[in-house]
């Protein structure tokens, strides 16, 4: 690659160009800084160390959406890299197990069609309006939203909680649980796996192996018995799957609808409360879809796409990109580029959907619409049943979580209280710690995890 504009000549390499450190303490605190430094850098397109490993990251929205648009020029799918096809990239590097899996979200080339028609066929059930399945499924997540807020409710009809831990991020959990046909059987460790692999720590690899068993076992139980399910349906548009292929994909949806869920229902939280007033204007006037548009806007759960490599040579922004380099979307760095920016002016009435939190092009995420009825049902059920809600710490010390892929908060402390009306269901206390025990006892299932959250039986962290 070379700059362009002259900073380089053509026939240095990516990994000689000098590469920021991209996941520091100030990307974690406040990521906005770094994508304005790198821009006033390098321009739309920058070289950075992803933890050791030089990589492109995309910072302007319309380099971004050239990108997305052209799938057959700039393919995902681990086999175009060439550092890694090279061993120039290390084999225990930590990202790796989120971009080897075998799934429809990462794969590449002339295959990924089919599988897309597979996953919209199975999707289609809970994403239709129609759909007998999609109305007991939003019955469903309003059942379970109360559920969790008599809960949390059991610390009182006024106090403090951690909205992320207690709400946030069980409810998405509890919703993929019925997606899988497989409620009650998904617990909070599951979760943690799934954060671990996200996360491209040094546990992802073996938190991977878990959680592909787990699909695994379920995967095979639908083949046996299929039932109305995503599973199911995901076997009858595509019967050729085989147990691997069915566990990847099966992973890959809890991880979009538990994990991303979560962040997106915080993210939402966060902003209505503290945010520039237009989300809580789109709340105060009944329009909650567009509220959840503002926070996709501003706070994208998704902080960076996965990688795409160019088949041939090509320029973006300032820089030439030698075929088989990766380059990364930086989701929230496009919103903020003055040419995507000046269009989406703070001044309208309704926000843009050209954002590319969905994603663009061939790609667009295939749940965006389960995603955004999630969050909007569990929203309207926070604002419904709590007449206050705040902030219990100053948001620059909100504990944000920052990773390759997502950006969302470790813990959402809240003063809360509840409406007059809300009956606080009484709810036996089944997780206790054992007299003179050091750690607190481990629950059986999430239920139980959040019943001792608000009984005190449960240390926090422990989640």
């Not at 990202?95 to 089919?114: C, D, F, Y």
């Not at 409620?183 to 996360?199: F, K, N, Q, V």
């Not at 989406?344 to 009825?373: F, V, Y």
Request: proline letters at 8%; charged letters at 20%.
């Amino acid at each position: 690659m070379e700059r362009v504009s002259g900073g380089h000549p053509p026939d240095i390499t990516l990994e000689l160009l000098p590469a920021e450190p991209l996941l520091g303490r100030e990307y974690q605190d406040n990521p906005e800084a770094v994508h304005e430094r790198l821009r006033r850098r390098h321009g739309a397109v920058a070289p950075v160390d992803l933890l050791g490993v030089p990589v492109w990251l995309v910072l302007g929205y319309p380099e971004a959406l050239h990108v997305l648009q052209n799938d057959a020029m700039w393919p995902k799918g681990m086999q175009y890299w060439r550092a890694r096809n090279e061993g120039r990239v290390p084999y225990d590097w930590p990202v790796a197990p989120a971009l080897t899996a075998e799934n429809m979200m990462a794969r590449g080339g002339p295959g990924h069609a089919a599988y897309r028609a597979a996953w919209d066929a199975a999707l289609k059930p809970f994403q239709d309006p129609g759909h007998p399945q999609t109305r007991r499924l939003r019955e469903n997540i309003r059942r379970t939203a109360k559920d969790l807020i008599g809960l949390l409710a059991q610390g009182g009809r006024s106090g403090i909680a951690d909205l992320a831990a207690q709400f946030s991020r069980p409810l998405p959990l509890m919703v993929a649980g019925e997606l899988l046909g497989a409620s009650g059987s998904l617990d909070d460790e599951a979760l943690m796996d799934i954060w671990r692999i996200l996360d491209a720590g040094p546990a992802s690899a073996r938190a991977s192996e878990r959680v592909l068993a787990a699909m695994g076992r379920l995967g095979e139980e639908k083949r046996r018995r299929p039932g109305e399910d995503f599973p199911s349906y995901l076997l009858a548009a595509r019967p050729t799957l085989t147990a691997s292929e069915l566990a990847h994909e099966l992973t890959m949806l809890m991880g979009m609808i538990a994990d991303h869920g979560g962040i997106l229902i915080a993210n939402s939280v966060v902003e209505i409360i503290t945010g520039d007033g237009r989300a809580r204007a789109s709340l105060s006037a009944g329009m909650i879809r567009e509220a959840v548009n503002h926070v996709v806007l501003r706070k994208p759960p998704l902080a960076n796409f996965t990688p795409r490599f160019p088949v041939t040579d090509q320029r973006l922004g300032e820089y030439i990109i030698r075929a088989g380099e990766p380059v990364w979307i930086a989701t929230a760095a496009t919103h903020t580029d003055v040419r995507f920016a000046a269009g989406a002016s703070a001044h309208r009435a309704t926000s843009t959907r050209a954002h590319l939190s969905w994603g663009a092009g061939p790609r667009q995420c295939p749940a965006r619409e389960l995603a955004t009825t999630i969050t909007t049902l569990a929203l309207e059920s926070l604002f419904e049943q709590f007449e206050h809600l705040e902030l219990a710490v100053p948001t620059d010390r909100l504990p944000w979580r920052s990773s390759p892929f997502v950006r969302g908060l470790r813990a959402l402390p809240i003063r809360y209280r509840l409406r007059p009306g809300f009956e606080i269901p009484a709810v036996p206390v089944t997780a206790r710690r054992a007299a003179g025990e050091e750690r607190p006892v481990q629950p059986a299932t999430l239920r139980q995890f959040l019943t001792g959250l608000v009984t005190g039986t449960i240390d926090p962290n422990s989640f």
